[in-house]
């Protein structure tokens, strides 16, 4: 069943995370894994050394702020907004724990840093080269 769209073809854009959200499902489907620990098992092949879903305020001190916690405010009904840091607030990961293919990862410039350049370099780890596998990538 097709849906209609909301504007004619290729006269406007609206923004949409579904294809992430998508590939989050399609990756623990394939790999019998949540998207967590799929993603916490591979990371390592590509050097990430900050990036992680729910990050502790032990473990990384300087998480910044999320906006304030509009979905423990919608979903719960509270009538309290707050501040939340480290925690995946679109609401999609939020009903799935903070993790999902299109939200809720938390990471750092170092590492933001190395994805790009492993994107621009086709795969390819920026110190050598040894070419991550298609599935990481």
Excluded at 94 to 123: E, P
């Amino acid at each position: 069943r097709f849906v209609k769209p909301i504007y004619p073809v290729g006269t406007q854009w609206q923004y949409s995370n579904l294809g992430f959200y998508l590939l989050g499902k399609i990756i623990e489907k394939v790999t019998k894994k949540t998207f967590n620990q799929y993603f916490s098992q591979n990371k390592v092949f590509a050097g990430f050394t900050n990036s992680v879903f729910n990050p502790n305020a032990t473990d990384f001190p300087n998480t910044a702020p999320c906006e304030f916690d509009h979905c423990t405010f919608l979903l719960n009904s509270r009538n309290k907004k707050e501040n939340r840091q480290g925690v995946g607030l679109e609401r999609a990961a939020y009903k799935y724990g903070g993790v999902a293919g299109h939200s809720g990862l938390f990471t750092t410039a170092d590492d933001l840093t190395r994805y790009m350049r492993i994107l621009l370099n086709k795969g390819k780890l920026p110190e050598s080269t040894r070419t991550l596998p298609e599935a990481i990538v």
